[in-house]
């Protein structure tokens, strides 16, 4: 049965990507799509045609933004719940997602319109990260608590900063843009050089979570144990923790604050092919792509305005978590 | 390459951050072919003990493995050669026991590859061995204290560690348990498998069962170092628990049995 599902997650990701081009407020034959496909994989793209531009300028950069997303947020959160030893650790603990939207607020509210939000929120992502391990190492020497715990208080404080952001915005239409950015939509980075930008940061990043893998699970015992296997715990953690951040942020800084899939994503791997590192970090991968890319079809195609796909993450997945643990849950508790 | 003792400590110390003195001016061996039994209260410094010997903290004085000193071994080569099994303690993912036990291999490995096939042989053939080949598929938390004590022995043996360091292996199992735990070393020692075991225990008859020597700490300091018959008698554990002893022979070993 593992085996099964193992095979159908691997496929569902490229799957999902070919039917959601068939997707969008402009009808286009399946048939044409594919053409239109086929056409660009052989160099010669034929953009006269409107079908053409629309699949390959509007929807494939969406839906490969997507994919991309669901991807960083899923391996990210499936690598830090394994060195944090917690399930319920999300790729938003490390103080990433308040850092972006600080930076965000900022930018939209404050900075002129030709310095790119993205650039600004992942600048401040970062610096968030930086203060949170700068806290955990000076007073916990690396520990998982301070990290977590210097988390929490960093997180705080940028909300804070948030808000004073908001309060301030010269023009109410700029808190709006606000809010929506922190709704979290793959639109805003459905451009191609989005794209290639996401890429090179989130692919390299996450074939290094996937090559280390099992030493995931040998951080998943606690320092003591990872110890008396050889690993050097504080170092490995904090070495794959960076990893993790830069991944979060290049996704978190281009889309806003998408809940729940890096959470949730990790828990319906384990729970459909167990909980060995090895295989939530690979699965992880394909099924977050998959599901992120199936959430924006429909935030696309439920109503003739887009729904911020932060919300759809949300409400799609508390029901399916339920579901699973309802069926499987037996192992946890 | 034979080295005898294969844990030598002397006059070691260790206080946290400058604080009181967890331990002050330790001293014993540990030789080949020998159980040796940790004795003390809560907060006597046995699991500090422990930890220094696996590397995690770090104390003054000799700390010598296998004759080298302890600072000059690096973590993965100290893993080959000290395996530990920790206090029984919360595991967060329900993982199989083979994942588990093959979890031993960690240190005949760098950090981004993965275990292979002789690996998994080399699992499944320790846990056939200790009778849990049963058990290789189930979840670790679905097992049973004293299967899961089992498993953490296993993980060591896979490990192909040569000595064993045990954090109160038995003191949450019961006497069935415990006596397989205990018997297992035991015979793991006989069979010359491991070179020899440190264990801390918090029973005095387990400790004059099964240890070949007897390490009692009070308040950081050795009480009394030497075979079970020197270290464990009875007016020295009264002073240390605060509970009368008595002694009784049984089988050529002495026995200890508190006056209730």
């Known amino acids: 049965m593992e085996n099964i599902y193992k095979i159908l997650i691997v496929f569902s990701l490229p799957a999902a990507i070919v039917l959601s081009l068939f997707i969008g407020p402009y009808p286009i034959p399946p048939a044409k799509v594919l053409q239109i496909l086929f056409n660009a994989l052989t160099l010669n793209p034929q953009l006269g045609s409107a079908a053409a531009r629309i699949v390959l300028y509007y929807r494939l950069p969406r839906v490969l933004a997507a994919a991309l997303i669901g991807i960083a947020l899923s391996i990210s959160g499936a690598s830090l719940q394994c060195m944090m030893r917690n399930p319920l650790v999300s790729p938003y603990i490390l103080g990433i997602t308040s850092g972006a939207a600080l930076g965000a607020a900022i930018a939209l509210a404050f900075l002129p319109l030709f310095i790119p939000v993205e650039l600004v929120a992942m600048i401040t992502a970062i610096v968030a990260y930086l203060i949170v391990v700068a806290i955990a190492w000076g007073w916990g020497r690396g520990s998982i608590i301070s990290l977590v715990l210097s988390g929490v208080v960093v997180n705080a404080l940028f909300s804070a900063g948030l808000s004073l952001a908001e309060y301030f915005a010269p023009t109410p239409d700029k808190v709006a843009a606000i809010v929506f950015w922190l709704m979290g939509d793959v639109g805003q980075a459905g451009q191609w050089p989005d794209i290639i930008r996401m890429t090179l940061i989130i692919i390299p990043c996450s074939i290094v979570l996937v090559m280390a893998r099992w030493r995931l699970n040998i951080l998943s015992l606690g320092d003591d144990e990872a110890r008396s296997l050889g690993a050097n715990p504080v170092l490995e953690r904090l070495f794959f923790a960076s990893v993790a951040a830069l991944i979060t942020a290049s996704a978190v800084s281009y889309a806003g604050i998408i809940g729940w899939v890096g959470l949730l994503v990790p828990h319906i791997v384990r729970l459909m092919v167990g909980s060995d590192s090895r295989q939530v970090i690979t699965y992880s991968f394909f099924l977050g792509g998959t599901y992120l890319v199936l959430a924006d079809d429909l935030s696309r195609a439920m109503t003739s305005q887009i729904i911020p796909l932060g919300i759809l993450t949300t409400i799609m997945g508390a029901p399916i978590l339920i579901i699973l643990l309802r069926r499987a849950g037996k192992a946890w508790r | ?260």
């Open chain 2, 1 to 260: 390459m034979e080295v005898n003792p294969i844990i030598e400590v002397e006059g070691l110390s260790f206080s946290y951050n400058g604080g009181e003195k967890v331990l002050d001016n330790v001293s014993f061996e540990l030789h080949k072919g020998e159980i040796l039994g940790v004795l003390g209260p809560n907060g006597a410094g046995k699991t500090t003990l422990l930890k220094i010997l696996l590397g995690i903290l770090r104390g003054t004085g000799t700390v010598k493995v296998l004759g080298t000193d302890i600072s000059s071994i690096p973590p993965k080569r100290l893993a080959k050669i000290i395996g530990y099994v920790p206090q029984e303690h919360h595991i967060v993912f329900p993982y199989k026991v083979i994942d588990y036990v093959l979890m031993g291999r960690a240190p005949h490995h760098g950090m981004f590859s993965l275990p292979s096939r002789k690996d998994y042989d080399k699992a499944y053939r320790v846990l056939d061995d200790l009778g849990l080949g049963s058990l290789a598929d189930k979840a670790i938390t679905e097992i049973s204290g004293g299967q899961f004590q089992l498993v953490l022995i296993a993980r060591t043996l896979v490990q192909e560690a040569r000595i064993l360091l045990m954090d109160e292996p038995v003191s949450h199992l019961d006497i069935s348990n415990a006596v397989k735990t205990m018997s297992l070393i035991r015979k793991l020692v006989e069979e010359e498998r491991i070179l020899g075991a440190m264990v801390t225990l918090h029973d005095p008859l387990m400790a004059s069962l099964y240890c070949d020597k007897i390490l009692l700490l009070n308040k950081g300091r050795v009480e009394t170092y030497g075979s079970p018959r020197e270290a464990l008698n009875p007016e020295r554990l009264s002073q240390v628990y605060g509970v009368d002893f008595d002694i009784i022979k049984y089988n050529n070993r002495y026995i200890l049995v508190p006056i209730i």
